[in-house]
């Protein structure tokens, strides 16, 4: 439809428009979308708002059972995460595959959604299976004071998940400055590096995080 022409491309004002004059948010595509589907998966979160805020149904399931927040979570669309979580979207929906959103971020290496759903009350249990350890959670969530604790307990500072996020990836990832500083006092390995190629340094370079890019040089 136009509407899901528009969602996907992410021509607000279109959108406005379309919903104004009572286009069909319901309607879908050949993948059982609808708009608000195709704007979360190409992250753009003012057509994500403009949708909600006309009644939109957050939960409708595109095939497989994705909601908008799986496959936000899925494509690292941060910014249409919190927007789906303020509007109360069920954190904990499962697709086919059983799979949640936190389940979708934590595979793809989507660290800054998986700070977003923790901060919003999300169970961290299905994140040991991707081998995050308390360490993990604990530089995602930016918690200081826990940090300097589980390394003064021992725990490994370089441990990897299984798609080889280090501690110190997901602090400067998602850019908190503090704990990356922590790490670093206690030599954690500035040189490890993701599937990607990417070291901790690319990480924080990739989302301009300055502060933390400079700590790291």
């Known amino acids: 439809t136009p509407l899901h022409i528009a969602a996907e491309k992410g021509h607000f004002e279109v959108v406005q428009a379309l919903l104004d004059r009572g286009a069909n948010k319901k309607a879908t595509n050949e993948n059982e979308a609808t708009p608000l589907f195709v704007a979360a998966e ?69 660290v800054e959604t998986v700070e977003v759903l923790l901060a919003c009350g999300v169970n961290d249990e299905v994140l040991k299976k991707h081998r995050w350890a308390p360490l993990h959670l604990a530089a995602c969530r930016g918690n200081v004071k826990e940090v300097n604790r589980l390394l003064s307990q021992g725990e490994d500072k370089d441990a990897a998940t299984n798609n080889r996020w280090t501690p110190l990836h997901i602090a400067a990832q998602n850019g908190h400055l503090m704990v990356v500083e922590v790490l670093l006092s206690r030599k954690a390995k500035t040189g490890q590096t993701l599937e990607n190629k990417f070291t901790p340094l690319i990480c924080a370079a990739s989302r301009n995080h300055l502060e933390v890019v400079q700590a790291l040089l």
């Open 42 to 110: 190409n992250g753009h979160s003012e057509v994500v708002q403009a949708l909600l805020s006309h009644g939109a149904d957050k939960e409708a399931e595109a095939h497989g059972g994705w909601t908008p927040l799986h496959v936000a979570a899925l494509k690292y669309h941060v910014e249409v995460v919190k927007v789906l979580s303020k509007h109360g979207a069920i954190l904990e929906a499962k697709n086919t595959l059983g799979s949640t959103p936190l389940n979708t971020a934590a595979q793809v290496g989507n």
